[in-house]
Each structure stands twice: as C-alpha cells, then as structure tokens.
C-alpha cells in the first residue's frame, strides 16, 4: 500500500482564449514539484501579496495526461488490486479542468484520455496478468451529483437517487445501476468501447 492514505495533488490549468484575450496575467510561479506561490491583488489599492502552497504534487499549465495519472491514480489502481479500498476525486470551481482532468477532451485520442478512462484499461490490463487461480468481479455505477441531487447516468429515469449508510454495506447509494462488465470494451457511458 502506498505510504499515506490520502493524497492531494494541484493541476493548473493553462489559460484559456477568454483570458489570453484579456491579457490575463498568470498569478502562479512554480517553486518546485510540491510548492508554488500565488500572487493575489485587489486590483490596484494595495501591494499584490504573495503566499506559497505546499501539495503532496503540483501539475502546471503545460503537465501531460499521462503525468498526472502517473503521481495521482496509478497508485490507487496499484492499492486496489491488492483488495484496498480507493477514491479520486476532482474538486475545483467551474471551468478550473475537473472534467478534462477526469475524463479528457478526446478518449478517442490515446493521448487525451483522462483519469477514468486510463482507470479501466488499468485495471483490466491488471486482471489480465493476475494469476490464472484469481477471480475478479468489475461493477461499474456511473452517477452525477448536480444541486445537490444524485442522478444515475445509466439510468435516466433515477434522477434522486438517496445516500444510505448500513453495518454490512457501507455507505451506498440505494438503487443505483450496477452492471457488471467482463472487458472494457463493455464499460459504460462515454467510455464505452474506446479503452
Ligand atoms: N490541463 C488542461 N489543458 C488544456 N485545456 C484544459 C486543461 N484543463 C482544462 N482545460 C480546458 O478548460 C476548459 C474547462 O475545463 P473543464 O470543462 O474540464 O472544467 P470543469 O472543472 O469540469 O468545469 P465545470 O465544473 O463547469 O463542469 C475546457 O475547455 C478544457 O478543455
């Protein structure tokens, strides 16, 4: 297992053509791979100010697909194939690259795909080179948590979908589809056949 249970890693995303338009000035600098500092400024009263941030990694502007599945989910992969429980998630205000991040601008493109679809070649590709005594069981649930409501994105019909918490299930979300899948030509939604 890796050495700590929860890690947080930064992407910056470069700028897009609204804000090079409006001359945006880049406020980051990168110090090294864990730290950065960013400049804040209130729009001319006072001195901008400066403060460093420390992550367990730091992505900039021009950080590869490929890179930040590397350092932010290869492990949790690895962690889960060896019977751990593992979660990433994107957090971040509108626009900041969650779903460029998670997804990908283009799964067709090898090198566009993003974290999910990166997960399922992953782990299949693991299972393919387990041991042949080993049996594996892949459930997918794909849902979408918008205002506060759970969607079923397998289902459009369960659009309220309710969190519950029991002594031998966990947590988990009651009646949500869960479709079992043999290969990731059968995984769902978007990633359907492209990994
Ligand atoms: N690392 C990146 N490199 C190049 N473009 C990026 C990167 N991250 C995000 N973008 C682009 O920035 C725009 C916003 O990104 P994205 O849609 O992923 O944001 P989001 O956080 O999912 O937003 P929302 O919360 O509104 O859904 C998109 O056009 C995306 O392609």
Redesign the pocket.
């Known amino acids: 297992m890796s050495d700590t249970n929860v890690k947080v890693v930064c992407?910056f995303?470069?700028q897009?053509s609204k804000e090079r338009a409006a001359q945006g000035v880049e406020c980051a600098t990168f110090d090294s791979d864990q730290t950065c500092s960013i400049m804040s400024t209130d729009g001319g009263t006072k001195a901008p100010q400066t403060k460093k941030f420390t992550f367990d990694h730091i992505f900039g502007p021009t950080s590869t697909q490929q890179a930040v599945y590397h350092v932010a989910a290869r492990p949790v992969v690895e962690d889960v194939m060896q019977g751990y429980n593992g979660t990433i998630f994107a957090y971040?205000q509108?626009?900041?690259?969650?779903?460029?991040?998670m997804q990908g601008?283009d799964i067709d493109n090898p090198d566009d795909r993003g974290i999910i679809p990166r997960i399922i070649s992953h782990i299949f590709e693991a299972i393919g080179g387990s041991k042949a005594h080993l049996e594996f069981t892949v459930q997918v649930s794909y849902v979408e948590i918008y205002n506060e409501k759970i969607r079923d994105l397998l289902d459009p019909r369960k659009s309220n979908l309710v969190i519950h918490e029991s002594p031998t299930k966990g947590i988990y979300i009651a009646d949500v589809c869960e479709q079992y899948v043999a290969s990731p030509d059968e995984t769902v939604g978007p990633y359907k056949g492209v990994v």
């Open positions: 992407r995303r470069p897009n971040g509108t626009s900041s690259g969650k779903t460029h991040t601008p």
